[in-house]
């Protein structure tokens, strides 16, 4: 069992930056791919982010490339996302998410087993 804690959501000005993290409980952290959704009223849950347990792949969102930065602290059971140069549409409430087996890290939501309660990121504009 993963008990996953998002911190770090907020409200914050266009162009602004904030950064997101998920606490992880559990010994088996450091296995588990970590991914990064979100969900905005009226929208359904979308990907926003994934990281391998070793860190060493990732993937983003095509929109979010170049803006949003994941990370992982294994250490710290702990992943991050570092959201730059924030837009009115990135309000959402942002969900962490963790999986044992996905590999490579996965897009979809349903792929992923543990979910955190979500933090919310308002943008204002």
């Not at 060493?56 to 929109?63: H, N, P, Q, R, W």
């Amino acid at each position: 069992q993963v008990q996953l804690v998002e911190s770090g959501g907020g409200l914050v000005q266009a162009g602004g930056s904030l950064r997101l993290s998920c606490a992880a409980s559990g010994r088996t952290f450091s296995r588990h791919t970590m991914g990064w959704f979100r969900q905005a009223p009226g929208k359904e849950r979308e990907f926003v982010a994934a990281v391998a347990w070793s860190g060493g792949i990732k993937y983003y969102a095509e929109s979010l490339k170049g803006r949003f930065t994941i990370s992982r602290d294994n250490a710290k059971n702990t992943v991050y996302l570092q959201m730059n140069s924030l837009k009115p549409e990135d309000t959402a409430v942002y969900y962490c998410a963790a999986d044992r087996t996905l590999d490579p890290p996965g897009r979809v939501s349903t792929s992923y087993s543990y979910w955190g309660q979500g933090t919310q990121v308002t943008v204002s504009s």
